[in-house]
C-alpha cells in the first residue's frame, strides 16, 4: 500500500502538535524542496524539461515540488545535477525555522 502523500498546507496545520525534532526535518525538507523549485524555475525550464534531463519523471517532480514527498536522496541528485546543483552537508545553526535566510 502506497503512502498518502500530503500537501504542504496539510502539514503545517499539524506543526504544533509535531515535535521539536519532527518540525526542524519538515522545515528542512521545506527549506531543500524550495531551493530545487527554485533552481528549476531560474534555469527556466518547466518540468516536463526536467524530466527530459533528469531521467525523474514529470509527476513525480510534481509530487515533490507540492505535495511534500520523501524522495531518495539518488532521486534528488538525479534532479539537481541538471540544474548546476548539490546537496551539501553543512553546520546546523543554533536556532532553525522557515522565517531565517
Known sequence: MAAKTRKWDEIYENLDSLTPEDRDEIELKVKIIGQIL???KEKGITQAELESISGVNQTFISRL???????????ILKIL????KTLAVVPIQEQTGLNQQ
Open 81 to 84: 545535477h541538471p540544474l548546476g
Open 65 to 75: 515540488e507540492n505535495n511534500g514527498m520523501d524522495p531518495q536522496l539518488t532521486t
Open 38 to 40: 527554485d533552481a528549476r
